[in-house]
């Protein structure tokens, strides 16, 4: 069992701008996994030498490709949660939601998911029967269609009850791309609801912990948002992430390193709901690096930002979309943040491990 | 630890063409994983209902689809390999292989793939190094690009070392689509080369066995060969099947009963390495039901046979093909092969259990 308490005091020292010396490792450790630094160097030291090519190199949030003559987002995803079902979803819904978000925020409509299940040797066939159910309406809801699965048994011991990969490819519109590098200065950063419900809803799901009230996971498809938005601005919009794991902190993070742009935020605009903010704080968490399965960040010009916001809005799953800040050209490459206090503080990508087996 | 000692007794009763009762199930069992009638039912009864689509129903290697203007095809793998390094490659060439074979089996050119790494904390970093060099050569001698990839750590105890699954893409011929239901009376049934190398080599690098020989894995690429086939018979290739989990013996009853027809085999034709045989000898295993993961099948109708057969034998993987008996109207739905001493048997889809974790 993971529990809280090995993870939350390097998770508690979340924006504090310290130097981490770079790590080697002979053997693979949590943190490689857990979406931050370490994952990153994992990637740029052991997979990219060997698999190096022009549309790695983008590391989107999907692969770019042309086949035949269709362009299409390629997307891959594997998921590891615990436990396998939360408050507000399961692995099977989350398989769905996390590739198809992929696809979207690259500005392409999600059509056909492949999927892979690795089984541990014991699992209840009625816990199998409600994530495949979960998964397909999912899939449905979207009009995405999962044309082809694989499935492995491994020994009581040798797993942990059910892993999921998805894999899937969606249609690029010519007229629309967003990108990471795209972020300007002046642009206006959206949200499109509520951030942290994901994390801790598993870290609540989790046995050791005891909330007073239950958190359920924010787990949705994002494509809806993605063509509601493009529809609102005719197309203008210039970066769009889903921030997963290392949370919103992480995602402006990369977009502002992408772009060599800053980022201006204002702490007060930032809806953390009552019960995410004070599980964070029981455990020593910053919910700004907790991860969300279905809210995505947008930078728009601002003469688009009135539409973009309208547009989210009017969807349920954006129905709580607000501004959180700018672009700016000053401090490159730098997430700041005015505080509730009236100062500013450095938002930092996370220097180490962050929740395990969240996604 | 996978002992031989408990596969072995089930896998011996391969080629007994006894009725099996259904069997329901309310966990998970090693051998709803294993390729065979159990993992049919897994599908039909569990996935099916749920994801039920035209596609996913054709039941191919990979999926066919329209995207855009372009028809193509989509497959996946996961492989839970055990050893992680064999005779004969690792499972990193393996993860490679397996999903470009399933992609060539559909007449298509393997183009991309993705790949999401489950890795158990404590994994040797020089293992991994060896695992993704190996990933990334078998990629680049197909010309197949790795777009997109996703890393998750799993704790100590909760997976087995490595498990790797892999989807990919490729564009498929308007001319050319070679499927399971088209077998036709009279069509010569083509094998590209020796049988049995990769599940033995799995076995015989097990700890509890000592062989005296090293048998090493056939694991190799077969769109080369297709490509060859394709262009010798002017697209005259009615099926294409790579007989991996359940062998060649498992992979001519699916055809069988996809076309309606039947299949004579004539075993002396069926080349099956000394060693292999000695090491099936002494496990009590029927070469016929062991794992492939770098030889054909082929069904080509006979005035192309003699033009298909040269055109495997002129690439090196293909250069021990053989034909090994025709497609029949007789007996549809069923594989009888005339034995060595000139009796005939019925090759039955395995009842049980196969060989465990050996993709």
Same mark, same amino acid.
């Given at each position: 069992?993971?529990s809280?308490s090995t993870?939350a005091?390097?998770v508690?020292s979340?924006g504090?701008?310290?130097?981490?010396?770079h790590?080697?490792?002979?053997?693979?450790v949590l943190?490689?996994g857990?979406?931050g630094?370490l994952?990153?160097?994992?990637?740029r030291?052991?997979? !990219?030498?060997?698999f190096?090519?022009p549309v790695?190199?983008?590391?989107?949030?999907?692969?770019?490709?042309?086949?035949?003559n269709?362009?299409l987002?390629m997307?891959t995803?594997?998921?590891?949660?615990?436990p396998l079902?939360?408050?507000g979803?399961?692995?099977?819904?989350?398989?769905v939601?996390g590739?198809v978000n992929d696809?979207?925020?690259m500005?392409a409509?999600p059509?056909y998911l492949?999927?892979g299940f690795?089984i541990e040797?014991?699992?209840?066939?009625?816990?199998?029967?409600?994530?495949i159910?979960?998964?397909a309406?999912?899939?449905?809801?979207?009009g995405?269609t999962i044309?082809a699965g694989?499935?492995k048994?491994v020994?009581?011991?040798?797993?942990?009850?059910?892993?999921?990969n998805?894999a899937g490819?969606?249609l690029?519109?010519?007229?629309f791309?967003?990108?990471a590098?795209?972020a300007?200065?002046d642009d206006v950063i !959206?949200?499109?609801?509520?951030?942290?419900?994901?994390g801790?809803?598993?870290?609540?799901?989790?046995?050791a912990i005891g909330?007073?009230t239950?958190?359920?996971?924010?787990?949705?498809?994002?494509w809806?948002l993605v063509?509601a938005?493009?529809?609102?601005t005719?197309g203008?919009?210039?970066?769009?992430?889903?921030?997963?794991?290392?949370?919103?902190?992480?995602?402006?993070?990369?977009i502002?390193?992408?772009?060599?742009t800053g980022?201006?935020?204002d702490?007060?605009?930032?809806p953390?709901?009552h019960?995410?903010l004070?599980a964070c704080?029981?455990?020593?968490l910053d919910?700004m690096?907790?991860?969300n399965?279905g809210?995505l960040v947008?930078?728009?010009?601002p003469e688009?930002?009135?539409?973009?916001?309208?547009a989210?809005?009017?969807?349920?799953?954006?129905?709580a979309a607000?501004r959180?800040g700018?672009?700016v050209?000053?401090?490159?490459?730098?997430?700041v943040m005015?505080?509730h206090?009236g100062?500013?503080?450095?938002?930092?990508?996370?220097p180490g491990?962050?929740?395990?087996r969240i996604?």
């Amino acid at each position: 069992m993971t529990s809280a308490s090995t993870v939350a005091p390097s998770v508690a020292s979340a924006g504090l701008n310290c130097a981490v010396p770079h790590t080697a490792h002979d053997r693979v450790v949590l943190g490689h996994g857990s979406g931050g630094k370490l994952s990153a160097q994992l990637f740029r030291e052991r997979f !990219l030498p060997h698999f190096d090519n022009p549309v790695l190199r983008q590391q989107g949030d999907a692969a770019v490709l042309t086949v035949g003559n269709s362009r299409l987002a390629m997307s891959t995803d594997t998921f590891v949660v615990q436990p396998l079902e939360f408050p507000g979803g399961n692995i099977g819904m989350l398989a769905v939601h996390g590739t198809v978000n992929d696809i979207a925020m690259m500005g392409a409509k999600p059509l056909y998911l492949t999927t892979g299940f690795v089984i541990e040797e014991g699992l209840s066939m009625d816990v199998l029967d409600r994530v495949i159910a979960s998964m397909a309406a999912a899939a449905r809801e979207q009009g995405v269609t999962i044309v082809a699965g694989d499935t492995k048994v491994v020994e009581r011991g040798k797993g942990d009850g059910l892993f999921i990969n998805t894999a899937g490819i969606g249609l690029l519109d010519a007229d629309f791309a967003p990108s990471a590098d795209q972020a300007q200065p002046d642009d206006v950063i !959206l949200l499109s609801g509520p951030i942290g419900r994901h994390g801790m809803a598993i870290m609540s799901a989790r046995e050791a912990i005891g909330f007073d009230t239950t958190i359920t996971s924010d787990t949705a498809a994002l494509w809806p948002l993605v063509d509601a938005l493009r529809r609102a601005t005719d197309g203008h919009v210039h970066v769009l992430r889903d921030p997963t794991r290392g949370g919103v902190a992480s995602a402006l993070n990369e977009i502002a390193a992408a772009s060599n742009t800053g980022m201006m935020l204002d702490e007060a605009s930032i809806p953390v709901p009552h019960d995410v903010l004070a599980a964070c704080e029981m455990l020593g968490l910053d919910p700004m690096y907790v991860a969300n399965e279905g809210v995505l960040v947008a930078m728009v010009p601002p003469e688009y930002a009135d539409a973009a916001l309208a547009a989210l809005r009017a969807h349920p799953v954006g129905a709580a979309a607000v501004r959180i800040g700018r672009v700016v050209a000053q401090h490159p490459r730098m997430v700041v943040m005015r505080t509730h206090v009236g100062g500013t503080r450095i938002v930092d990508m996370l220097p180490g491990d962050q929740l395990p087996r969240i996604c």
